[in-house]
Every structure is written in C-alpha cells, then in structure tokens.
C-alpha cells in the first residue's frame, strides 16, 4: 500500500488507518460524526494527496487534452477550474475530475488515486504532441473544509482570498513558496483545496492545527459530507458503464465542442437514472441494497450513510424507468427487514440537510 506525505500525522494523532485506492488513509480520528459536524459548523482538514494530479504543457496542450475532457477547455478563462469527465468511446465514465486552466499552454487535472494508472495510460494513448507531468512526484494536497475555513487560511497565512469564487484558483504566498488555492470543495459547503510542495506539507498540516477553529477528518467524514450534497464516488455512483446523463451530471458536458465519447452518448438512450434518498428511521440503505417499488425490483442502492445533519439515513442510487419525487420506496439486501425511504431529488436532499456556501 501506497502512504502519503501525512502518513506519520495521522499515526500520531491516532487516526484509525484503511487501505483506499491502494492507499493506507485515515478513516476517522474522534469519530465520523464527531468530524462530520465540525465540518459543518467550524474548519476541518483532510489529507487527499493520494488524488492524481497532471500537468499538461506546451502549444497543444489545449487541442489534445480538450479531447479527453467533456468540457470546453479552450474557452475558460485562466484561473479558473471546472469539473468534468473522461470518457471511453462508448460515453462510459472512465473518472471524473477537476481541469486547472493556468494559460491556453498550460493545464492541471486533478483525480482519483484509484484510477491513477488507468488515467495516465488513456493521456499517453491520445495526447502525443503536448507535454505530460506526473505532479505527484512532488506535490501533495490539503483540503481546508467548512464555514470558517476562509477566515481560518487568511488568518493563518496572512492571505486575502476574497477574489477566489466558486470553482477558481489563484496563486498565494505561503512560506515563501507560490502555493496554488482554489475554492471548491467535496463536502457541498465553503472550502479550499491547497496544492503544496512535499518539503512543505507536514509543516502546513501542523500550522493548521495549530488553530483551535481547526480539526481533521477522515474518509468517513469525507464520504457522509459528500453524499450530504449529492455528488457522486468513483467506484461507486460512476464508471466505465454509466453515461454522464445516466448520473445526473449533462451540464457538465459541453456538446458544442468534439470529444471522445460524444457521439456514443448522443445516440445511446439512458437505460437508468440516478436518484437520492431519505430514510424514514435512522437507518441507511447501503451500496448494493435493491430498491423496491411495492414489491417490484426497481434499481439498486450505490451509496449510504447515516447523515449526522438530519438524524436519518441516507443514499444515493440508481433506478430504470419514471419516479416521482417524492414516492415511498423500500430497499433491502434480501435478509433483513425493509428500510423505508423517500426519493428525493438532489436540491432538496442539500435542502435537508442545510449545506451552505
């Protein structure tokens, strides 16, 4: 198993540490909850410097990368970044990931860990004329998540982030270093991503923590903010066999410019649909559980968790065929008693939940 730069951090804090994506990474320290609700009211901090990170270079960086990615890479403007996805040439997902523009001759695209080899195979098949750098090789990744996460960087770091929006980046001064800092977030609330050089980072870890505002999480944590606000896991809601239309996630692909997979998803009709739910009790329906209408199959559970914000369980699915929203369903694993829930679309599970920007 791969560690990250952090890896002794999160021993001596005593962080209970799982194998994710071919990493050992902490789960939890205090407990999910415990971590999940700081999140939501204060600042916590997580280690994702197992995600993959890639920078395209040089004059043909923006015609061969924008091929690979389903949104117009050519026209954003610099300084911004936007989620997106690469495709097969059947539509098929094969990750999702966050596009950096820093020029029309430079790029930086951010994904999973898991799908790391995967990813760089599918670049060094199509992209033959523009420059591939494996950032990984000396730059790790801190998440800085929640209502007090501006307030806690600017005062640490005696930075102004007023001019970072929702899904920019810009570069700040921090030890004396040029750090990149976007403003995006996987938890659905405010927060910040840091890109920073590995001589830097366990330095920047402990600073941080250094601030009482400031706490870390773990995966566990990272996984119920998420699913909070509706947006999909590799592995999980998304891969090779799913369209973006399929998983709810059309208007982050731009039609007005060519690449691969496009056609495939023009012509190919949606076979499901992805779709979230609230339990009616505490309990959670969980990945691989069958979601029923009366008492006919109707989709399948990908992901679930008990949601700390709204006291109930909590999911995400996907199922064939039309469903109104709200409609009672049950969901099961064939052994044990049915878990009752409501479908719900993804505005009012975020709704619920109370999620702010």
Known sequence: MKKTTLYNKHIELGGRIVEFGGFLLPLQYDGIIKEHLWCRSSCA??????????????????????????????????????????????????DDAVVYKFSDDRYMVVSNGSTKDKVKNWYLSYIKEAEIEDGDAYLDKIDVQ??????????????????????????????????????????????????????KTERMWDILLQDGRVKPAGLGARDSLRLEAGLPLYGNELNED????????????????????????????????????????????????????????????????????IQKGIGAGYIKGAIRTPERVSVSDGKYAKIYCSVVSKEKLISLTGIRR
């Open 242 to 309: 799913i369209t973006p239309l399929e998983a709810g996630l059309g208007k982050f692909v731009d039609f007005s410019h060519s690449f691969i997979g496009r056609k495939a998803i023009e012509e190919r009709k949606p076979q499901k649909r992805m779709v979230y739910f609230v339990s009616e009790t505490r309990q959670s329906p969980r990945h691989g559980y069958k979601i029923f209408s009366d008492d006919t199959e109707i989709g399948y559970i990908t992901s679930g968790c008990f949601s700390p914000s």
């Open 45 to 94: 901090i997580f280690d994702t410097s197992h995600m993959a990170k890639f920078f395209f270079k040089g004059d043909k960086a923006s015609s061969e990368l924008g091929r690979l990615l389903t949104v117009d890479i050519e026209s954003m403007e610099d300084g911004r970044c936007r989620y997106c996805l690469i495709l097969n040439e059947r539509g098929g997902i094969i």
């Open 146 to 199: 929640g209502p007090l996460s501006r307030d806690v960087l600017e005062d640490i770091f005696n930075i102004d982030l007023s001019s970072l929006s929702f899904y920019r980046f810009g570069m700040f001064s921090i030890s004396g270093e040029e750090t990149v800092i976007s403003y995006s977030g996987y938890t659905g609330g405010a927060g910040y991503e840091i890109y920073i050089g590995r001589d």
